[in-house]
């Protein structure tokens, strides 16, 4: 062990660890943030693309920032400002019927119209339910104490969409097939089929979400998300964290059976009777700490791969062609999902190892919102398409990329001969990044139980319920672990 | 698990099915075996006092070996298995993640990175899953017979048949006997020896013993008469008397509970389950012990009555002719552990006699006899 002993080690610099470490830093902890790469922020990462372009990649806007963090960790004051706040939904449909979801709910009532009036007719008592109940969730996905009992008339809808899938509830509500798909395209996050019972509540906790004081929305910070991670790396400095980049750790030290270290690929061992990962449960379990010692039952239970993923596509474009038909605002988040049949289609393709015969995607245009992305007049466009096969072969790559292309093209004529360069990283590559996203929806669990691991003193900082960075999971492991010591 | 047919022959079977007079067999782990050849009674008598020959294929025996053999098996089992020596062996448990005892196995260490484990149950697809955590792929070992030599004569037999038998309780030696190559081991619960040898040598080995044991009145026993001796010393046995854990996180049996403590080493901290096992060894209220009664044997899982409540229940129970008188285990609370304590049980109705009966029993320490000696002749 070397003589500079810590108080706690985290591992991985994402969202979660940052978080963690300012927050156990803040208490006074002298705290050891080591990352593998060579830059801080895991998924919050904007890469170079081509002369002058800058293009997110990994998460390309924010929904589920843990106001508490940005507020607490004065996050404003180290540089995190929005420029977008609330980015409106845009589900593209054929031949220009789209369903424009905004904030104001009348709005979109006018804007649902033209697809079905009876949509639109519904549409104020779904928003007003799914926000209603989202808000009465909160505590259970933000507080680390077990929440309090929700309302009869809560608990009861809680209770019947655990068992729904988010198909069948706006089925239930809507008869437009653009708008369900566009809606359930959240429902499909960690490899979920609108279809699978209990994909509904993916619908809820997205909605439960606040960003800028604005509920259910997503935003764009300037310069991306990245601008995220350096308002939290900027904070961990200011609180004294020591962060050490391509320290790359190698496994959990283990003394009397309980976390006492890390020991560092350079074969530099670190003694601290915390620590953190902000690694995916399985990594953690499975590959930090010694093989067994979270249990094989545990470890079992942890073994399996997922089989799809979702793979992401950016565009130096140079120009940006308008949409056919209705307007939408190109700040928007936009959803290419036709029917939520070829969503549960695309699930099995993706499933089954071939390509979806119908993607279902997610795009933003981050120069709608922050023009100096890219030079004057021209434009990026940052594509998420979700299922795919995890395991990607090249040819489905170099396929995917024409077919991305094309289906833009599609909604935006001219768009397939404005593409300057184009970037496809498969589910693998964003893997070798980031690592594997082994964290799939424990949207029931509560903080503890996602936290805590079966080894005394190491701690989850990255398990947040849904995929996404947040920072909750961070905040609320640091209080566990320090609560726990008292 | 590898795909085999429903029941197995031994590579003793010939043999047995010479001998086995009443066609008595029955089945475990998949395998053919006689229940008895002749009389159970007087098979379990002879291993307490000449020597006896028994089919021991059905046990399940795992070869583990690699380079990461020793983590994976000290992480396993409640004992350390890093402190064996090639040539040595310990008994131990291994447990569930939440402490419920999965198996009992003797592991052996045949070499550096090559090890044994020897179990009366099979637990291949939790165990295989645990070592591929551990880049280890164990394997079954198919080919290979065992016979137990148990009795006061079973080292006068094994040296009347030309082998060494020089090996302290829990070793075991490979040995080169007149063209065949056995293992010679003292593992097993009757205090005596096992040979094991390859498929094809099991006729060959097989008489080369009766013949040697000819002079101490050899007898092949049959798998009632070896469980009457488990019973007689004490040993509770899965699938007769308990249910090993299988679920993924069952807390029950714990070893307290089926008297294996003793199998669990405190000073070792790393092995699967052991927090379970601390919580279990202060909440276990049960405890195995013995209970003999005066006249007929109750049914398995009778329960037990203090006062009339419950306060456990009989498990497997025989008619002891060492002991001439009818014994079982049973598991009781550690209140009514005490010798002596008189407990109440009904006994099923018999044909004569439709009503039911209660009878008395006096709960006894265990065992109720050691293992033969194998060294006393």
Sequence with gaps: ????????????????????????????????????????????ESIALGEGFTAPLGAHELHALDPRVARELKLARHGLKFVVRGMALAGLGHGGRHALIVRDVRDTVRNIASLSRADADAWPAFHAELFALARALRPRWWEARPPKPLARRHQEVFEALRHVSAAAWLDSRFESDVLKATLAFDATVAGYSPYEPGSALLLVWRAAQEMCGLQGVSAWPMGGPAALAAALADAAKAQGVEIRTGAAVEHVLMQDEAAAGVALASGESIAAPLVFSSLSRRATLGRLAPAGACGFETLAALAHEPVTGEARIVLALKSLPPFNGMAVPATARFVLAERLESQAAAWSAAHAGRLPDELTLEFVIPTAA??????????????????????????MKTQLTARVTAALDAQMSGLAGSVASAETFTPAELAARYGHPGNAVDIHSNWNQRIMTTIPGLYLCGAEPVPAPSGRAGRIAAALALGGGK | MSERPFVLATPFHVRAAALNRDNAWAVRNGFTLSAAYDDAGDEALAARQRVVLADISWRWR?????????????????????????GQALKALWLGDKGGVRGACAL?????????????????????????????????????????????????????????????????????????????SRWGEHGGYEIWCQSDDGLAVWDRLMRAGGDFGIQAAGLAAMDLLDIEGGVARPGRDYLLAREAFAASPSPVALGLERLVDDGWKGFNGREGWLRSRLTEKRRLAGIVFEGETPAPFTPLLREGSAIGHALSSAYSPAMRRAVALAQVDISAIAPGTVLSLTLPPGRDLPELRTAQVRVADLPFLKPPDPIAG
């Design chain 1, 1 to 44: 062990m070397s003589a500079r002993a810590f108080d706690a080690v985290v591992v991985g610099a994402g969202v979660g660890g940052l978080t963690a470490a300012c927050y156990l830093a803040r208490s006074g902890r002298k705290v050891l943030l080591a990352e593998a790469r060579n830059r801080l922020g895991g998924r919050c």
């Design chain 1, 370 to 395: 922050e023009a100096s992305l890219a030079p004057h007049g021209q434009h990026v466009a940052s594509v998420l398409v979700r299922p795919v096969p995890a395991a990607m072969s090249a040819a």
């Design chain 2, 62 to 86: 795992l070869a583990v070996e690699g380079g990461r053999a020793v983590e994976f098996l000290s992480r396993l089992l409640t004992r350390d298995p890093a402190k064996l020596e090639p």
């Design chain 2, 108 to 184: 052996a260490r045949y070499g550096r990175e090559s090890f044994r484990v020897v179990s009366a149950a099979e637990d291949e697809t939790w165990i295989f899953r645990a070592a591929a955590a551990f880049g280890l792929a164990p394997a079954p070992v198919a080919d290979e017979g065992g016979l137990a030599i148990v009795g006061p004569y079973a080292r006068a037999t094994l040296a009347a048949a030309g082998l060494d038998a020089d090996l302290e309780p829990l070793g075991f030696r490979k040995l080169f006997w007149r063209g065949l190559d056995v293992t010679l």
